[in-house]
């Protein structure tokens, strides 16, 4: 059991111990959010740090602090970044914002690209729709596209093989982007 697995158990059993957490998860947490905002438009005013630090709050103060693993908690991290995301994508997209910006296609081949504020909520949208239908698919779209994992790590955090993560993005890629294709 590795030294984040313990604490979070013991987080789970007694409900201290997020001070002994955040130095162990914080480099982590940190590189996955700066992977997500280099794929985030130019101009972008929200930072990695900032986003690492609202998901710290977000996880750590919340009221389902019982993961399970490693794996469980950068699960719930990546859905708390995209939960900041979204709404700081639909904050901006407001008409009192200067919203009505111009939409981008969707590339229907990588879908971890780029994104602008419009894509990120057609693909948040869409994932609620592959959640009711895949919901081990759907995390690894949180996983890959909102937290930034590559295969490999979002197959760890999953608790899945290599190939069973390949067969996951493969189908969720497809499924999105018909899902998209449909509510236009």
Known sequence: MNEVTRILHALKETGSGTEELLPLVYDELRRLA??????????QTLQATALVHEAWLRIANGDGNDWENRGHFFAAAAE???????????????????????HVELNELNIVAESNDDEL????????????????????????FFA????????????ISRSTAKRHWTYAR????????QNR
């Open 34 to 43: 700066a992977s997500k905002m280099a794929r985030e438009a130019p101009g």
């Open 80 to 102: 708390a970044m995209r939960r900041i995301l979204v709404d700081n994508a639909r904050r901006k997209r407001s008409l009192k914002r200067g919203g009505n910006h111009t």
């Open 121 to 144: 909520l057609e693909v948040h949208e869409a994932l609620d729709g592959l959640a009711r239908e895949e919901p081990v698919v759907a995390e690894m779209v949180k996983l890959r």
């Open 148 to 159: 930034g994992l590559n295969i490999d790590e979002a197959a760890l955090a999953l608790d």
């Open 174 to 181: 497809a499924w999105l982007y018909r899902a998209i294709q």
